[in-house]
Structure formats: structure tokens, C-alpha cells
């Protein structure tokens, strides 16, 4: 059988972070849209407050058990993965899962704050002039040197690489084409191996009304394909609905950057597959 894209899904959150569907429901929406590799990847813990029940717990043995029991309920029928979504900030170890996404989506300050990419316009704008004086391309250079952290780590799937963007449509906080911003992309982006880290097309901006295109930017896939590194396309899904949200526009980008195939994510390791 000749599989595409839409047959891999593993960035998936749930209730037990902060999606929006149970386990099960996750599960039961996978395989009735006939995905063949499906993944659980929920948010690791980290110490940072406002992340309380938003997150697992340090313990992650009950959300091991229960994934891993989803896995022998579609033994023959789906393959069920064991992930995390693994943050910069995070308080454990990424270890002992069948795959980790590296992904940022704070930076500390010296102030002891905690500073979010993605939560909205005000948490933005006080990282902005709190902790860099104003200046907004300082913003996405201090996230960039996290995301070139999580890259050098190897994790199996590199996250939502860009997602200092979130909130900048129309560029509203700063210049995207500076060389400033570019240099500080590509930086993070270098420090990622392409051996071993697959890089996402990432569709949960899209799904969620913050951007008209998935995350990363074409200049970031053109680099990285020039770099000889694989592609795997995500919706970041946080809903049953969204398992394999735009993954045609995905496709169509990922090709616009020159791939022809993308990855599916198996328990064995990464299976290329046409776009």
C-alpha cells in the first residue's frame, strides 16, 4: 500500500495537557480517518506557575500507561506512539519515549519571569520592554538562541521552529525580512542535525486563526533542504477535528521549498513517503 502524509500524525495534545479531547477520543478520530502512525506528544512539565494544569505532571508514569495502553487497544489496526512535546523550560527528561518534539514557547529573564512567544499580544510586548529594552528583534533573538539550544539537543522532531511569529502578522512587532530576524533563524536552524531531527511543518497556527501559512518560513525549509534534512508535516492538534488540518497547504509549501517526500514517524524510525 502506498501511503501518504495524512496516514502520520504525532503532534497531538489532549486533555491531559491542554487539549480539548480525551485519549480515547484522539485515538478513535485517528483511525477513523484512517491514520496508520499516531502519536500522543502532550506538554512536559516545567516549574513555570501559570503552566499548572496545562502540562503533565513530573510523574509521567500514569500518562505512559495510558498511552501505552491505547497502543495494545489498536495493536494491528494503528500504530500508537509514545511522545512528548519536550519544552526548553522543562523540568524533566525527554528520555525513554518513542519520539520527543524540542520546542520553545518561553524565555527567563534575569528577573526570575517567565516570558511567553504565544499567549498574546501583551506578553509580547512586556518581554519586549521588560527584559529587552524595546526592542523587538531583541525579542526574537533571545528566542531563537533557545530554539539553537533544543536544536543541538537532537530531539526527534524539531517544533513549531518560528513560533516567535505567532503573533506577528503583518509584522506587527517586528520586520520578518531583517537581516537581524534571518540571521537569528537560520542560526537556531544550524544548530540542528539533519541526520537525526525532523523538521515540522507545523499547521496548529493555521488551525487556531494566528497565521495564514504553517510554520516554519519557506527561507528556513529552502535552508534546510539545502542542508540534506527531512520534513515531517503536524497540526499540532489540540481537538479530534484538527488530527490532519492543512496538510495539503503544508505539502504545497514543503514542495515550493523543493522536498518531494516528507516523513512518517513509526515506532522503527522515520519512512519517507511522496508528498
Given at each position: 500500500?502506498?501511503?501518504?502524509?495524512?496516514?502520520?500524525?504525532?503532534?497531538?495534545?489532549?486533555?491531559?495537557?491542554?487539549?480539548?479531547?480525551?485519549?480515547?477520543?484522539?485515538?478513535?478520530?485517528?483511525?477513523?480517518?484512517?491514520?496508520?502512525?499516531?502519536?500522543?506528544?502532550?506538554?512536559?512539565?516545567?516549574?513555570?506557575?501559570?503552566?499548572?494544569?496545562?502540562?503533565?505532571?513530573?510523574?509521567?508514569?500514569?500518562?505512559?500507561?495510558?498511552?501505552?495502553?491505547?497502543?495494545?487497544?489498536?495493536?494491528?489496526?494503528?500504530?500508537?506512539?509514545?511522545?512528548?512535546?519536550w519544552d526548553s523550560q522543562s523540568?524533566?527528561?525527554?528520555?525513554?519515549?518513542?519520539?520527543?518534539?524540542?520546542?520553545?514557547?518561553?524565555?527567563?529573564?534575569?528577573?526570575?519571569?517567565?516570558?511567553?512567544?504565544?499567549w498574546g499580544p501583551e506578553h509580547?510586548?512586556?518581554?519586549?520592554?521588560?527584559?529587552?529594552?524595546?526592542?523587538?528583534?531583541?525579542?526574537?533573538?533571545?528566542?531563537?538562541?533557545?530554539?539553537?539550544?533544543?536544536?543541538?539537543?537532537?530531539?526527534?522532531?524539531?517544533?513549531?521552529?518560528?513560533?516567535?511569529?505567532?503573533?506577528?502578522?503583518?509584522?506587527?512587532?517586528?520586520?520578518?525580512?531583517?537581516?537581524?530576524?534571518?540571521?537569528?533563524?537560520?542560526?537556531?536552524?544550524?544548530?540542528?542535525?539533519?541526520?537525526?531531527?525532523?523538521?515540522?511543518?507545523?499547521?496548529?497556527?493555521?488551525?487556531?486563526?494566528?497565521?495564514?501559512?504553517?510554520?516554519?518560513?519557506?527561507?528556513?525549509?529552502?535552508?534546510?533542504?539545502?542542508m540534506g534534512g527531512r520534513i515531517?508535516?503536524?497540526?499540532?492538534?489540540?481537538?479530534?477535528?484538527?488530527?490532519?488540518?492543512?496538510?495539503?497547504?503544508?505539502?504545497?509549501?514543503?514542495?515550493?521549498?523543493?522536498?518531494?517526500?516528507?516523513?512518517?514517524?513509526?515506532?522503527?524510525?522515520?519512512?519517507?513517503?511522496?508528498?
Open positions: 500500500m502506498s501511503l501518504t502524509p495524512a496516514a502520520c500524525s504525532v503532534h497531538n495534545h489532549t486533555l491531559l495537557c491542554d487539549g480539548k479531547d480525551s485519549l480515547g477520543a484522539m485515538a478513535a478520530a485517528a483511525s477513523a480517518q484512517n491514520i496508520q502512525y499516531f502519536g500522543i506528544s502532550c506538554h512536559s512539565h516545567t516549574p513555570i506557575p501559570s503552566d499548572e494544569g496545562m502540562v503533565l505532571p513530573a510523574d509521567m508514569t500514569a500518562y505512559r500507561q495510558a498511552v501505552l495502553a491505547l497502543r495494545r487497544q489498536y495493536a494491528g489496526r494503528m500504530e500508537v506512539l509514545l511522545g512528548l512535546e523540568d524533566v527528561s525527554p528520555e525513554g519515549f518513542d519520539y520527543w518534539i524540542g520546542s520553545v514557547h518561553y524565555q527567563r529573564g534575569e528577573n526570575g519571569i517567565y516570558y511567553a512567544a504565544d509580547f510586548a512586556a518581554c519586549r520592554d521588560e527584559l529587552w529594552g524595546g526592542d523587538a528583534l531583541a525579542v526574537a533573538e533571545g528566542y531563537f538562541r533557545e530554539a539553537a539550544r533544543v536544536a543541538a539537543m537532537r530531539p526527534t522532531i524539531l517544533g513549531h521552529l518560528d513560533l516567535i511569529t505567532k503573533l506577528n502578522a503583518g509584522n506587527r512587532f517586528f520586520d520578518e525580512a531583517s537581516p537581524r530576524y534571518r540571521a537569528a533563524a537560520l542560526e537556531a536552524l544550524h544548530a540542528a542535525d539533519p541526520d537525526a531531527t525532523l523538521l515540522e511543518i507545523n499547521t496548529g497556527g493555521v488551525a487556531r486563526g494566528y497565521r495564514a501559512a504553517p510554520y516554519p518560513a519557506l527561507f528556513l525549509l529552502r535552508e534546510w533542504r539545502s515531517i508535516l503536524t497540526s499540532d492538534a489540540h481537538s479530534k477535528d484538527c488530527l490532519l488540518y492543512g496538510y495539503r497547504q503544508a505539502a504545497e509549501i514543503a514542495r515550493a521549498a523543493g522536498f518531494t517526500q516528507s516523513a512518517l514517524l513509526t515506532r522503527t524510525g522515520p519512512a519517507m513517503c511522496p508528498l
